[in-house]
């Protein structure tokens, strides 16, 4: 009996290794049939200008990643399989000749909300849809706004080199900054962004104000305790703090001039925290060093970076960054993510979540 116990525990134990044996190959067969199944998408690059290294393994889920310098070596091997187009920082270009060499693009997935460097129709126009990530920069951009607004305000930056200067040995009272607390803001586009501004502001108790397209509704302006202003000149006028929040469109381009400027406090500051193009920047300059408006505070300009001998540059009232409103690790992930499931939908003929339509 013992003899045929241990046959049969023995027989168990092969059955069960071939088993083993045969799901491991299984498992090894569907993983390859999935990697098969895979879309193929063109990228910019990694590092550089291009993608943090932490978030490439998001679109690697779901796709084969090429980068742009590996695709042009051989666009006409590459160029046919690709089916989605993830933007970063304007790059890869949608330029004609580009989607030309794409015929099976479905989606051009673009990170940011903006997309005035992008020619949707034209895009449309060779049956490829295009999409953004609203929501997820809100945050990021409105912290951004209120850190170059305290930052210019309180004179941070002259703080600082002051501090680490090897020939500091005393403070001057150069560095006297103006009070946020209490003081009149205006936000000139009062989307996502600019609420979430006006909440952070309401923390700073200053009275707020804004102008936008469409009036926000009565519960929404008494949650921030916001004033709307139908003539943005009237903002303008009151505000110590101007904060713009638009998108780039026609309307918007120039947006603020000599005319605008010169109507706003001498004691007032501009914060752009949209486009370059949104700000009339000679007119600007003429009003930093003419004393029409105290300062600038600047994540945008036109073109990005600034000509190194642009006087902009060279003008201590004007405080600039190299357009880093979204660049947190948090924020960056949600984008990319974002991307991705636009682009995985796109794909899929499924119903795009963020697809851009100007119509």
């Given at each position: 009996m013992c003899k045929l116990a241990l046959y049969f525990c023995v027989l168990h134990v092969h059955i069960v290794l071939i088993r083993l044996e045969k799901t491991g190959k299984t498992n090894v067969l569907l993983k390859q049939q999935m990697a098969e199944d895979k879309a193929w998408a063109l990228i910019s690059e990694v590092g550089g200008d291009g993608y943090v290294a932490e978030v490439v393994d998001i679109m690697k889920q779901h796709f084969h990643i090429i980068c742009l310098e590996d695709f042009l070596r051989n666009p006409a091997l590459h160029g046919p399989k690709i089916q989605v187009l993830f933007m970063w920082n304007y790059c890869p270009a949608a330029e004609p000749s580009l989607l030309k060499s794409l015929p099976s693009l479905k989606v051009v997935a673009n990170g940011g909300v903006g997309v005035d460097h992008l020619?949707?129709?034209?895009?449309?126009?060779?049956?490829v849809k295009?999409?953004?990530?609203?929501?997820?920069?809100?945050?990021?951009?409105?912290?951004?706004?209120?850190?170059?607004?305290?930052?210019?305000?309180?004179?941070?930056?002259e703080g600082h080199m002051v501090s680490?200067?090897?020939?500091?040995?005393?403070?001057?009272?150069?560095?006297?900054?103006?009070?946020?607390?209490?003081?009149?803001?205006?936000?000139?586009g009062m989307?996502?962004?600019?609420?979430?501004?006006?909440?952070?502001?309401?923390?700073?108790?200053?009275r707020i104000l804004y102008?936008?397209?469409?009036?926000?509704?009565?519960?929404?302006?008494?949650?921030?305790?916001?004033?709307?202003?139908?003539?943005?000149?009237?903002?303008?006028?009151?505000?110590?703090?101007?904060?713009?929040?638009?998108?780039l469109t026609p309307e918007t381009t120039g947006l603020v001039g000599r005319r605008e400027l010169s109507i706003m406090k001498p004691t007032a500051?501009?914060?752009?925290?949209?486009?370059?193009?949104?700000?009339?920047?000679?007119?600007?300059?003429?009003?930093?060093?003419?004393?029409?408006?105290?300062?600038?505070?600047?994540?945008?300009?036109?073109?990005?970076?600034?000509?190194?001998?642009?006087?902009?540059?060279?003008?201590?009232?004007?405080l600039i960054l190299p357009h880093v409103g979204t660049n947190t690790f948090t924020?960056?992930?949600?984008?990319?993510?974002?991307?991705?499931?636009?682009?995985?939908?796109?794909?899929?003929?499924?119903?795009?979540?963020?697809?851009v339509k100007l119509y």
């Open positions: 020619d949707v129709p034209l895009i449309n126009s060779f049956g295009v999409a953004n990530t609203p929501g997820v920069v809100s945050d990021a951009t409105a912290d951004i706004a209120m850190a170059l607004l305290l930052a210019s305000a309180r004179k941070v930056v680490v200067d090897p020939k500091t040995t005393h403070i001057p009272q150069s560095l006297m900054g103006v009070e946020v607390t209490g003081s009149t803001l205006g936000i000139v989307g996502d962004i600019g609420y979430k501004i006006a909440q952070r502001s309401k923390g700073f108790n200053m102008h936008n397209r469409n009036r926000r509704s009565v519960e929404e302006e008494q949650a921030v305790g916001a004033t709307y202003c139908k003539n943005m000149d009237d903002l303008l006028k009151e505000s110590d703090f101007v904060v713009l929040v638009v998108n500051t501009l914060v752009n925290v949209s486009r370059g193009l949104v700000v009339d920047q000679d007119a600007l300059v003429e009003a930093l060093q003419s004393g029409t408006i105290r300062a600038a505070a600047l994540d945008v300009t036109h073109p990005e970076p600034l000509p190194r001998d642009h006087p902009l540059l060279r003008l201590p009232n004007a924020t960056t992930k949600k984008m990319v993510e974002r991307m991705v499931e636009n682009a995985v939908a796109a794909v899929k003929g499924l119903h795009v979540p963020n697809e």
